[in-house]
Nanobody, 117 residues
């Protein structure tokens, strides 16, 4: 497992945008699936988006059309561009990598996103 490092969380007014980044050191980034999750206070962690090894991107219904996930294999970094933010998007956002071969997960420490109306 490796320690992922997120950045980009902030407080923003509803309708605004944020771009989260996650650096994922390690040799297997380019061949592993990566994803973003979030956890609101008192709630379970939920899946937001992911990109498969083959480059297929999937989104949870509640972010479709507003969030865009991307990855840069050369920089070993994944991103989450969040537009049209809503107060219900307020949560701690975590990045994840599912290591190819073992299937083990590595997580970031989380970055706080707060959306106020």
């Amino acid at each position: 497992q490796v320690q992922l490092v997120e950045s980009g969380g902030d407080s923003v007014q509803a309708g605004g945008s944020l771009n989260l980044s996650c650096a994922a050191p390690g040799k297997d980034f380019s061949i592993s699936a990566v994803g973003w999750y979030r956890q609101a206070p008192g709630m379970q962690r939920e899946w937001v988006a992911d990109i498969s090894r083959g480059g297929i991107t999937n989104y949870a219904d509640f972010v479709k059309g507003r969030f865009t996930m991307s990855r840069d294999n050369a920089k070993k970094t994944m991103y989450l561009q969040m537009n049209s933010l809503k107060p219900e998007d307020t949560a701690v956002y975590y990045c994840n990598i599912k290591h190819w071969g073992t299937g083990n997960d590595s997580w970031g420490q989380g970055t706080q996103v707060t959306v106020f109306s």
